[in-house]
């Protein structure tokens, strides 16, 4: 996992310069899209082919997308292929998108929830979170029915567990010590 991060970080430094001079959303979301494209093992088992050519490979990519590619990110997907860099993409996409977040001052927080969160709530949930934090945060609610009930919030390295589960664990170890 390191040796993409590794790889991926150059690819991603590059990516952030070019696209912070156009639009940064739009190229998110195109590479985010070729990411997703990128995760499938058909696909990279097609592009590790030796009787495949890189213009296929970049054809069957651009395809999968179904997105007009704007014409840096179409540069950017061929020197992936042709440098045989297709399995580091996703990495590469996580890091630029990193480093978009960090220079408008957003954080992800995922938010893992027992039960759906009502859009009036997430906005409630969200502005909590924000002063916990000390940032602002871009959310993705997941449902996670083993909670029980409560949530797990993750931003970045930091983790708040406020979870029936946890809860349970932390009574658990108390108990047994």
């Known amino acids: 996992m390191a040796e993409l991060a590794t790889i991926a970080r150059p690819y991603a430094e590059a990516l952030f310069q070019v696209a912070s001079s156009q639009d940064v959303k739009a190229w998110a979301e195109q590479l985010a899209a070729l990411a997703l494209v990128a995760q499938d093992s058909q696909l990279r088992q097609f592009a590790e082919d030796p009787k495949v050519d890189t213009e296929q490979v970049f054809q069957v990519m651009a395809a999968a997308a179904k997105l007009q590619l704007l014409p840096g990110v179409q540069n950017f997907l061929r020197e992936v292929v042709t440098n045989g860099r297709l399995a580091a993409l996703p990495a590469m996409v996580q890091q ?82």
């Not at 027992?114 to 871009?138: H, M, N, S, W, Y």
């Not at 797990?152 to 108990?175: F, Q």
Request: aromatic share 4%; hydrophobic share 50%; no cysteine.
């Open 96 to 177: 630029f998108h990193d480093l978009a977040n960090a220079a408008s001052g957003v954080a992800d927080a995922h938010i893992f929830s027992a039960f759906p969160i009502e859009p009036a709530q997430l906005a409630e949930v969200v502005a909590t979170l924000e002063k916990r934090f000390g940032r602002k945060l871009q959310a993705n609610v997941e449902l996670e029915p083993g909670l029980i009930g409560g949530i797990r919030v993750v931003v970045g390295d930091e983790v708040l567990d406020t979870s029936v589960k946890a809860r349970l664990e932390r009574m658990k170890v108390a108990l047994t010590t």
